[in-house]
C-alpha cells in the first residue's frame, strides 16, 4: 500500500541527500523520500506533490541564492512545510527563515541523534530553532509587516523583484522572462505598491537584505 505521507528531500550533496534520506525513513518508515538535486526539480517535485509532509532544504544548491527557494516555495506552495539544512548558522539567517514562514533550520553540524529527533518533530507537524534563537513567534512579530508584504507578491512579481535586486534593466528582464518591457513596468509598478515601497532602489535593498539573511524590520 503506498505511503499517504512524502517528504521531499533538495540537496545536491549525495551524501548528505542520503542520509537525510535515511534519518526520514529511521525515523517514519512509512514515509515515501523524495530525492532532487536542484531547485527546478525541487519545484517540480513540490507540483506532483502538492500535499508533501515536508521539505527538507539545502540553501546551497547551485541554483538556490540566499533564501530566495524559500521565498518561491512559500508563494508557490504554501501548504508545504519547509525547514531549511545548511551550515550557516547565524542569528540574522535564521531570523529571515522565520520571518519568511520555514519551519525549522537543521544545521549540518547537528548530531546524528538529534537530527533524528528534529526529524520527527518536524514530521509531526513541529517546528525546531537552533538553541538560544528567538521564538518563530517573536521573530515574525517583528517582522510581519515585511512578510506579509512579501506574500502578497505573484511568482512573477517576485522573480521581477529578484532581477530588480541584481540590478537588471526593464528591458533586460523583459528579454529574461519573455514579456513585454511593458508588462513588466506594470509589474514593478504593481510590486512596489505591495511592498510600500516608492522605487526600485528600496525594493533591490530589501530584497538583498532579506534573501541574503540581513536583519530585516517590520516598517
Known sequence: MPSSRTVIVADDHPLLSVALRLGVQRVAPDVQVIEVAS?????EAAKVHPDATLILLDL???????????????????????????????????RSAQALGAVGFLPKSTPLEQTHDI???????????????????????Q????EERLEKLSPQELRI???????RLNKQIAGDLGISEST?????????R????????????????LLSGAPVQGS
Open 184 to 192: 513588466v513596468k506594470t509589474h514593478i509598478s504593481t510590486l512596489l
Open 143 to 146: 517582522a510581519s509587516s515585511v
Open 119 to 141: 526529524i520527527s518533530s518536524l514530521l509531526a507537524g513541529g517546528t525546531w530553532w537552533p538553541p538560544h534563537q528567538p521564538s518563530p513567534d517573536r521573530e515574525r512579530g
Open 161 to 167: 523583484l529578484l532581477h530588480i535586486k541584481d540590478g
Open 194 to 209: 505591495k511592498l510600500d515601497l516608492q522605487s526600485r532602489t528600496q525594493a533591490a535593498v530589501l530584497a538583498q537584505r
Open 39 to 43: 531547485l527546478k526539480a525541487l519545484r
Open 60 to 94: 546551497m544548491m547551485p541554483d538556490v541564492e540566499g533564501l530566495s527557494a524559500l521565498q518561491f516555495l512559500r508563494q508557490e506552495h504554501p501548504r508545504i512545510p519547509v525547514a531549511l539544512v545548511t551550515a550557516n548558522q547565524e542569528r540574522s539567517w535564521v
